[in-house]
């Protein structure tokens, strides 16, 4: 992936490394900073061709790296100052006088900061002067493996687990050890090493059968300050005791939590805590005992605060055996409805973890509204790296713009500039803990993500949690320049696909934010009313006349009055709301007029034959590259893009079937529909 | 099942059978024998409370049994006649002079002659004066196992295999001894015991490592009279011992199979033939070779010539990857176009095996052309038993009506009378061998078919295969009488609910023999486009002004010119063709008047309101005979009875909601449509 440092070629980069790199001091404290001076030695060898001469003394050496701690005695004012502001996992790297400096607030802030000198090593910048201070600007910058003991991995579309296989832990490690330095590289500090869903046997991963094994993984994400949760099945005490209830309020099930927690601490001392899918999709939970999701939230979390641990609440709460012919209940109001009211009742190490729209990882939707709407309640956004509704990496779906997007997406909940970037950092409401998890798109194929181009997503995904501010384009560019080089004619071509195919995928998918038509259960590839008369709250209501689901107040669900003004007052009234979401707001002719100057019904073909045709420019682009690019990469892209192609003309040819068909309404253009 | 041999409490009835059978004397000579005294003797005991007192002397029985050869010097002139004008397999039961012979003209004969008479008492006959002829209509009466060695069973909807377990063949056979004993009550005389699809492990079954004990099992069926068959798989030289090729013209590979044969037969005698799925739903075949079904077929055929072994090809072959936007290609046409060429190339044991269908075993279908279609060649038709498309067993869907209709189609193909009966008895070309072959519907489920009212066509089926003159009724009767005994109440409600019962899942499914809109691979409830943009060569092609696929001459697919005059007028002029098949043959606008006077979209809904209520109906007669019904079975059948009750729901809505969506046109009679 981005980690393969090639080595550097220009005469002129090499030696100025080589001399920032003469004579090196690092003090050797912990299992982090041994992994921070490995990982610096490892590039330094493969990209300079060059054996580190590590100094001894701070005295004599040209580069000195460490905590602000081991290095107070060295450290001038000014630099004291720029790192009180920044955060524990904060560092500086400054030149002063020929001499340069990378100190982290802690160690992990100086693994983060040798990963920024290896990332500035990689893009070729001069190292002469610098004068860097970075913080992450997110507290949590989570993973969720959704893998399972079995070795599958739930919605994963890059083989199987790295975790897991047969039915037993791995025994060989090397592939997570690779996993935590590139997770580490692009600033994750936390993972969740099991699938949200708890399946039987999983449920024992917190008990002595497992715990020896994961304390193993522990370690081995410790040492790159990333610090590892569990998912666990609320029922936990039934299963493997035998209880007979798992009532939060029952002073033996609490009890048994209680050893439960000791137990796992005993084990690894810094485990982060639990992440609980709860009474959401046939998962047990509180509602069976007549509770509520704080009650089963904070006694989990009251025995896990002595430890520092945290419970992370999955808000993906709704009414999964819906009726398709009940047109009041909205699944897109659910985790409002039932976490707003809540709030206030969880305790401090508390976090609900939101999806980031209301339903569920579609190509387009509105942000969540309970984002940012509990004052009181630690949040956490949760984005979804495996492309399970977005091409599944067969499809090229570069995700950064949409999380960019999201993150900027101002809720006005506490007036203007309360985006969701600030919501989850913590400053619009004063959460004690917050940030953004996701899910990963990672597996044992080689190339780790399926298509070697997804890979920019999880890479993507680990630099916005650091930094939101960064641009879908910068994203972009570092991941290219670090996995195929800095040619210009690769770079600006590789970009160009990136950048432009979330739009793509849009074009030859669900129109106007109306979202699903998948293929139930598999969720990749067309079908239109698959999603239509099912129990999963997920309609488009197209008929003869129109299509859209009427989400306003007056004559809808009143979904759009969980928003704050002015977003309440756009997506509710037809004229205002945006072109992109209309669908998912408002139900209306298939005649009706978009911003755009389209009609709804031209619009669904134009952007359907636009789409399959920008897949073929993707192929053009391209194959463009095969002279400058290796055969493997070159093949391997190349076949995934004929699979989209071929998936691409699928959709456009059934969604344009499809609404022909029912809307009687000819394309202005001609254009073939079936 | 219907051997549950409940007592006969009237004891005039008691005391005619308990006369009849005063002294009888079989001739024991072997296993087929020996089964069918064991069969007399259980029902006699557990009916009549009462141990037959074998004779060892004709001269001093009143009941004597045996075959034809057996008891030469005993029987007259009369009865040599009426034997000898009788098949193999048939037997006569007379009375003459107070005293009762039973002979067989084999030891099948007197097996089915058993089985009858068991029959009468069951039935409470009067069994004083018999004057019985009898034989079977078919030569081949035949069941398919689709069973798997993992223990699955392919439209399995009974619980798991009584013929294999996780990977192995079961080690204890009483479940399919007796399934050995239903079979041939009912006047089965062959099974095929494996899938037609022969995956990876179940190649190996024509090896040494399974044959031993597949030895067994066709022991156990052989001493029912009942032939065993495998289902191979045609790549089975390359998987098995590594060929080349397995090109049926390839002289290695043809020895292969005559040593492969040997080896067979070495282990069982009278083992039956192969069953063979070739060149279909990606099975490997002699296509691969460009050779066509005839080389296939005949080169197995003539290995297994000298062993009097069959050859059962089936025509299910058409193209599975057919593309939804080309509407030239019509699946209905492919087994004719396939075979219909092919008349005349087929060695003398080989029989085609042909689905009842053009399509798959759809609630309503025309008659397959190719029946009857090919003069020489021997034809077995093939219905299922399972259903697949008719509900799954959790459905009430009582199919010998079904049957019955297909096999009075009259084909014209030498003239009026032509009918498929007459054709699979090889009466109207003169076929060596011929008959009628389904999938079976029972597994490890206690009741063996899942539902227990789905028993009734798994007993009507064999029925039918022996005397397709029966009626659907006279077959409910027998079928009821022996399961749930003769009281009147009973028998007439079961009755009603069995014979309306086809008509009704017709009602709530799709209409006017479209066919498929299920759920795509289950197959089991309502998916409107399910199937509508898909590989399978399976549409309705609605839009919103009408719905249907053309198949006629003129301005379709052309696939009426298969039939026979009239049948092919019939169904080719829109005027002409049968409500119940339009949508098969036409395309109409859904304003287009039937010939009940009702426009289809209005008997859509119709039909559709009603199916549902009739469902209830079936409910209500079913709740009204708590009193009289064992608690258990009425327990059962309320389940299903409910859970249909939610398909038929389903159905209902989801048909009614497409279609009022897509033409716009309202129920006349303003009923709810969602």
Same mark, same amino acid.
């Given at each position: 992936?981005?980690?393969?440092?090639?080595?550097?070629?220009?005469? +002129?980069?090499?030696?100025?490394?080589?001399?920032?790199?003469?004579?090196?001091?690092?003090? #050797?404290?912990?299992?982090?900073?041994?992994?921070?001076?490995?990982?610096?030695?490892?590039?330094?060898?493969?990209?300079?061709?060059?054996?580190?001469?590590?100094?001894?003394?701070?005295?004599?050496?040209?580069?000195?790296?460490?905590?602000?701690?081991?290095?107070?005695?060295?450290?001038?004012?000014?630099?004291?100052?720029?790192?009180?502001?920044?955060?524990?996992?904060?560092?500086?790297?400054?030149?002063?006088?020929?001499?340069?400096?990378?100190?982290?607030? /802690?160690? *992990?802030?100086?693994?983060?900061?040798?990963?920024?000198?290896?990332?500035?090593?990689?893009?070729? *910048?001069?190292?002469?002067?610098?004068?860097?201070?970075?913080?992450?600007?997110?507290?949590?910058?989570?993973?969720?493996?959704?893998?399972?003991?079995?070795?599958?991995?739930?919605?994963?579309?890059? %083989?199987?687990?790295?975790?897991?296989?047969?039915?037993?832990?791995?025994?060989?490690?090397?592939?997570?050890?690779?996993?935590?330095?590139?997770?580490?590289?692009?600033?994750?500090?936390?993972?969740?090493?099991?699938?949200?869903?708890?399946?039987?046997?999983?449920? $024992?991963?917190?008990?002595?059968?497992?715990?020896?094994?994961?304390? #193993?993984?522990?370690?081995?994400?410790?040492?790159?300050?990333?610090?590892?949760?569990?998912?666990?099945?609320? *029922?936990?005490?039934?299963?493997?005791?035998?209880?007979?209830?798992?009532?939060?309020?029952?002073?033996?099930?609490?009890?048994?939590?209680? !050893?439960?927690?000791?137990?796992?601490?005993?084990?690894?001392? !810094?485990?982060?805590?639990?992440?609980?899918?709860?009474?959401?999709?046939?998962?047990?939970?509180?509602?069976?005992?007549?509770?509520?999701?704080?009650?089963?939230?904070?006694?989990?979390?009251?025995?896990?605060?002595?430890?520092?641990? +945290?419970?992370?609440?999955?808000?993906?709460?709704?009414?999964?055996?819906?009726?398709?012919?009940?047109?009041?209940?909205?699944?897109?109001?659910?985790?409002?409805?039932?976490?707003?009211?809540?709030?206030?009742?969880?305790? #401090?190490?508390?976090?609900?973890?939101?999806?980031?729209?209301?339903?569920?990882?579609?190509?387009?939707?509105?942000?969540?509204?309970?984002?940012?709407?509990?004052?009181? /309640?630690?949040?956490?956004?949760?984005?979804?790296?495996?492309?399970?509704?977005? %091409?599944?990496?067969?499809?090229?779906?570069?995700?950064? &713009?949409?999380?960019?997007?999201?993150?900027?997406?101002?809720?006005?909940?506490?007036?203007?500039?309360?985006?969701?970037?600030?919501?989850?950092? %913590?400053?619009?409401?004063?959460?004690?803990?917050?940030?953004?998890?996701?899910?990963?798109?990672?597996?044992?194929?080689?190339?780790? /993500?399926?298509?070697?181009?997804?890979? *920019?997503?999880?890479? %993507?995904?680990?630099?916005?949690?650091?930094? &939101?501010?960064?641009?879908?384009?910068?994203?972009?560019?570092?991941?290219?320049?670090? /996995?195929?080089?800095?040619?210009?004619?690769?770079?600006?071509?590789?970009?160009?696909?990136?950048?432009?195919?979330?739009?793509?995928?849009?074009?030859?998918?669900?129109?106007?934010?109306?979202?699903?038509?998948?293929?139930?259960?598999?969720?990749?590839?067309?079908?239109?009313?698959?999603?239509?008369?099912?129990?999963?709250?997920?309609?488009?209501?197209?008929?003869?006349?129109?299509?859209?689901?009427?989400?306003?107040?007056?004559?809808?669900?009143?979904?759009?009055?969980? $928003?704050?003004?002015?977003?309440?007052?756009?997506?509710?009234?037809?004229?205002?709301?945006?072109?992109?979401?209309?669908?998912?707001?408002?139900?209306?002719?298939?005649?009706?007029?978009?911003?755009?100057?389209?009609?709804?019904?031209?619009?669904?073909?134009?952007?359907?034959?636009?789409? $399959?045709?920008?897949?073929?420019?993707?192929?053009?682009?391209?194959?463009?590259?095969?002279?400058?690019?290796?055969?493997?990469?070159?093949?391997?892209?190349?076949?995934?893009?004929?699979?989209?192609?071929?998936?691409?003309?699928?959709?456009?040819?059934?969604?344009?079937?499809?609404?022909?068909?029912?809307?009687?309404?000819?394309?202005?253009?001609?254009?073939?529909?079936?």
């Amino acid at each position: 992936m981005w980690l393969q440092y090639e080595p550097i070629t220009e005469k +002129k980069v090499k030696d100025q490394y080589q001399r920032v790199l003469r004579h090196v001091v690092i003090k #050797e404290d912990d299992p982090i900073i041994l992994s921070a001076k490995n990982e610096l030695e490892i590039a330094v060898k493969e990209m300079l061709d060059y054996e580190i001469n590590w100094a001894e003394d701070v005295q004599d050496a040209n580069f000195v790296i460490g905590n602000k701690k081991e290095l107070a005695g060295f450290l001038e004012e000014g630099q004291r100052c720029l790192l009180a502001d920044l955060a524990d996992e904060g560092f500086i790297v400054q030149t002063i006088n020929q001499k340069s400096y990378l100190v982290g607030n /802690t160690d *992990a802030g100086v693994m983060y900061g040798i990963h920024h000198f290896i990332r500035l090593m990689q893009m070729k *910048a001069d190292p002469s002067q610098l004068h860097i201070a970075d913080q992450p600007k997110n507290q949590f910058r989570m993973i969720n493996q959704w893998d399972n003991l079995d070795g599958s991995v739930e919605r994963g579309y890059s %083989g199987k687990s790295i975790f897991y296989q047969n039915g037993k832990i791995v025994k060989d490690k090397a592939r997570i050890h690779d996993y935590a330095r590139y997770l580490s590289s692009i600033g994750i500090n936390s993972i969740c090493i099991n699938n949200v869903n708890v399946w039987e046997e999983e449920t $024992y991963f917190i008990t002595k059968k497992y715990l020896p094994e994961i304390k #193993e993984i522990a370690d081995i994400f410790s040492s790159y300050a990333i610090r590892l949760y569990l998912s666990i099945n609320f *029922a936990s005490p039934i299963t493997i005791d035998g209880l007979s209830t798992a009532d939060p309020l029952d002073g033996e099930v609490k009890q048994w939590w209680k !050893d439960k927690v000791a137990e796992i601490y005993d084990y690894i001392p !810094d485990f982060g805590g639990f992440i609980v899918k709860a009474d959401s999709e046939h998962r047990p939970g509180p509602f069976t005992y007549n509770r509520d999701h704080a009650d089963g939230a904070n006694m989990l979390a009251e025995v896990l605060e002595p430890y520092d641990g +945290k419970v992370i609440w999955r808000c993906f709460v709704y009414n999964c055996l819906q009726d398709w012919r009940d047109r009041a209940t909205d699944r897109a109001r659910a985790a409002y409805d039932h976490f707003k009211p809540l709030d206030g009742r969880f305790h #401090e190490n508390v976090l609900l973890q939101i999806k980031n729209g209301p339903l569920d990882f579609q190509v387009r939707e509105p942000v969540s509204p309970l984002l940012g709407a509990m004052s009181q /309640t630690n949040q956490l956004i949760e984005f979804q790296v495996a492309q399970e509704y977005t %091409g599944q990496q067969i499809d090229l779906c570069y995700l950064i &713009p949409q999380w960019k997007q999201v993150l900027a997406f101002d809720t006005h909940i506490k007036g203007p500039g309360s985006t969701i970037s600030e919501i989850v950092a %913590g400053n619009i409401h004063v959460y004690k803990h917050s940030g953004i998890a996701a899910v990963s798109n990672i597996g044992n194929d080689e190339n780790w /993500t399926g298509h070697t181009l997804a890979q *920019a997503n999880l890479y %993507g995904y680990g630099r916005l949690t650091w930094d &939101p501010s960064l641009s879908s384009q910068q994203i972009a560019e570092e991941w290219i320049i670090q /996995t195929f080089g800095n040619q210009k004619e690769v770079l600006a071509k590789i970009e160009k696909m990136l950048l432009s195919s979330w739009k793509i995928y849009e074009n030859y998918t669900a129109p106007l934010g109306v979202g699903w038509m998948v293929t139930p259960g598999i969720h990749y590839g067309p079908n239109i009313d698959g999603y239509e008369y099912s129990r999963w709250g997920t309609y488009h209501f197209a008929d003869r006349e129109g299509i859209g689901v009427d989400r306003t107040i007056e004559t809808g669900t009143g979904y759009t009055s969980q $928003y704050e003004e002015p977003n309440r007052f756009i997506y509710n009234i037809l004229s205002e709301c945006p072109d992109e979401l209309l669908l998912f707001f408002h139900h209306v002719p298939y005649k009706y007029t978009l911003k755009n100057g389209e009609t709804v019904i031209q619009h669904i073909y134009n952007t359907h034959f636009k789409g $399959y045709e920008q897949v073929e420019d993707l192929m053009d682009i391209w194959n463009s590259l095969e002279h400058v690019m290796d055969n493997a990469r070159f093949k391997h892209v190349q076949d995934r893009l004929y699979r989209q192609k071929m998936n691409a003309k699928e959709w456009r040819d059934q969604i344009n079937s499809y609404f022909y068909r029912k809307s009687g309404i000819a394309d202005q253009y001609n254009r073939t529909i079936y």
